[in-house]
Nanobody, 120 residues
Framework: QVQVSDSGGGSVQAGGSLRLSCTAARPWAKIFCITWFRQAPGMERETVASIDRDGSTTYVDSVKDRFFISRDNAKDTAYLEMNSLRPDDTAVYSC??????????????WGQGTQVTVSS
């Protein structure tokens, strides 16, 4: 089973920025979709952002124009750049990968999660 690792979380004040990273064991070239999820205490898991193999991206409305997902295939890494962070962005963020396009939501492996805490 492919191993996925996510990292980069931390504690910041409102308005701050963080960049999360998601890596997976080879073969990275077979990965079509990379998606970031988040789950706050007592809340359901939420899909935050996705990037497909062709570079197309989708975002949940609450993070549009603040968060940016990207992938660097040369480094076998995907990123979630988070700007203008708000306290309601506080959650555990996890990435997941799929060998099919994002709309199919057929995820095969998940990272362990990284905590993001935003204070007011």
């Amino acid at each position: 089973q492919v191993q996925v690792s996510d990292s980069g979380g931390g504690s910041v004040q409102a308005g701050g920025s963080l960049r999360l990273s998601c890596t997976a064991a080879r073969p990275w070239a077979k990965i079509f979709c990379i998606t970031w999820f988040r789950q706050a205490p007592g809340m359901e898991r939420e899909t935050v952002a996705s990037i497909d193999r062709d570079g197309s991206t989708t975002y949940v409305d609450s993070v549009k124009d603040r968060f940016f997902i990207s992938r660097d295939n040369a480094k076998d890494t995907a990123y979630l750049e988070m700007n203008s962070l708000r306290p309601d962005d506080t959650a555990v963020y996890s990435c997941a990968i799929s060998y099919t396009y994002c709309p199919f939501r057929d995820f095969v492996a998940w990272g362990q999660g990284t905590q993001v805490t935003v204070s007011s």
